[in-house]
């Protein structure tokens, strides 16, 4: 079972539409957790971290289920320039500031 | 954020060359640098963990004698493909990360795109 898992999708949003989605993990030790956002042959930018009680920057909200393993993005109002890949990223070891990526979840927002 | 940049930006070999990839955090001391390789349609991989003026540690299943990663300084790390193949392209990251500025956050370089003929 792979550490970090997630949808690849594509998931087809309509434009000012919401689309949501998980990734779930399997070390139950992990500490930290992020939302990251890659572009197409570019490098992984941070887009949010993920706290225990979830949080909210803008019309991006993240959730965190310790319980259950797993973490959620969900977009609001979606825009043209939200199509990417978002990567879910943990810190999946004990030592060494070390991140986990799953294999992200590929997002596509149409006029 | 922090600025961290990686050149070349894209390379293209021979098979049986060796690459050598430069990964510089351009305003914060890095204590530590991460190699990731990301093939098309794959997640990031970590391949190695880089602390300054240290042996790199590197993950399992990846050949320290054929990715060389040198840290002498905390603003340069590097990262050398011995005897590429082929096998060998892929899309290859750096991050970096120290300092209180960065709060243990990792900051990406932009990425070397690698072709082995």
């Known amino acids: 079972r792979k550490e970090v898992e997630q949808d690849p999708g594509p998931f087809n949003v309509p434009e000012g539409a919401t689309v949501a989605f998980n990734c779930t993990y399997s070390n139950s030790a992990s500490q930290s957790f992020f939302w990251y956002r890659q572009d197409c042959r570019k490098e992984p930018k941070l887009l949010m971290s993920v706290y225990s009680s979830g949080n909210e920057d803008g019309r991006f909200t993240a959730q965190l289920n310790r319980a259950s393993q797993y973490i959620s993005l969900l977009i609001r109002d979606s825009k043209l320039s939200d199509s990417a890949t978002y990567l879910c990223?943990?810190?999946?070891?004990?030592?060494?500031?070390?991140?986990?990526f799953g294999g992200g979840t590929r997002v596509l927002v149409k006029p | 954020g922090a600025v961290v940049s990686q050149h070349p930006s894209w390379v293209i070999c021979k098979s049986g060359t060796s690459v050598k990839i430069e990964c510089r955090s351009l305003?914060?001391?890095?204590?530590?640098m991460f190699w990731y390789r990301q093939f098309p349609k794959q997640s990031l991989m970590l391949m190695a963990t880089s602390n300054e003026g240290s042996k790199a540690t590197y993950e399992q299943g990846v050949e320290k004698d054929k990715f060389l990663i040198n840290h002498a300084s905390l603003t340069l790390s590097t990262l050398t493909v011995t005897s590429a193949h082929p096998e060998d392209s892929s899309f290859y990251i750096c991050?970096?990360?120290?300092?209180?500025?960065?709060?243990?956050?990792?900051?990406f370089g932009p990425g070397t795109r690698l072709t082995v003929l």
């Open positions: 991050s970096a990360s120290g300092g209180p500025r960065t709060y243990n956050e990792q900051f």
């Open positions: 305003d914060f001391q890095a204590t530590t």
């Open positions: 990223v943990v810190n999946g070891k004990a030592a060494g500031n070390k991140l986990t």
